[in-house]
């Protein structure tokens, strides 16, 4: 099964080009995802739950990206195993285009094929579930990426505490203790007395 399609999102190109390499918002956006844990810069790991036709079933499987073009283009593959269910394998090519500073054209290929129990649901049901699970993460993801801010707040800068300096050079008067002030009042008041009895 292939298919393409474009979607127009309302943020800038470097904002979606970090959701695309989000496990959180790519958990978000995958229909039926319950976990995605990063492996490494381009490996994750997920389990994913899906229901095609009467077979529901559990995929736990490995998503690669590769071809990667920072921040303009990516291929997003993955292979899940069903267990009884079967398998499903697929990836899209993944392009982003400026549309100005704050709008992003985000175009993709899908490309995606089943094995097992799964196949024999026959190819008309099975292609009409991938092109309604891949336009349901695209536009999910269009609608997560439109809230995401543009900037992170910045942190406000601590306010400096305020110390008190004394002006230099001015030394603060030193308080003589009350006994030495009664002993240069008595010496004056000899001084006094002596020069009147001459």
């Known amino acids: ?58 995929f736990k499987g490995a998503v690669t990206l590769s071809d990667i ?47 097992g129990k799964i196949a024999m649901l026959g190819s008309r049901l099975i292609d009409s579930t991938a092109r309604s699970l891949a336009e349901r993460f695209f536009t999910k993801f269009a609608a997560l990426m439109k809230q995401a801010p543009a900037k992170p707040p910045a942190a406000k800068p601590k306010a400096a505490k305020k110390v008190k300096t004394k002006p230099a050079g001015k030394k603060p008067p030193v308080k003589k203790p009350a006994k030495a002030k009664k002993a240069v009042a008595a010496k004056t008041k000899k001084k ?3 020069s009147r009895s001459r």
């Open 1 to 58: 099964m292939k298919m393409s399609g474009s979607q127009v999102i309302q943020a800038p190109r470097q904002i979606v080009w970090k959701g695309l390499n989000d496990p959180k918002i790519l958990q978000q956006s995958i229909p039926g995802c319950e976990s995605i844990d990063a492996t490494s810069p381009t490996e994750m790991s997920a389990k994913v739950v899906l229901k095609i036709g009467p077979v529901k079933a559990t």
């Open 69 to 115: 073009v920072a921040p303009e283009s990516y291929r997003i593959s993955g292979k899940g195993e069903g267990g009884l269910a079967g398998f499903a394998s697929g990836g899209a090519t993944v392009k982003l285009t400026e549309n100005g500073s704050a709008e992003t054209l985000m175009e993709y290929d899908v490309d995606a094929q089943v094995g």
């Open 192 to 194: 006094a007395t002596k």
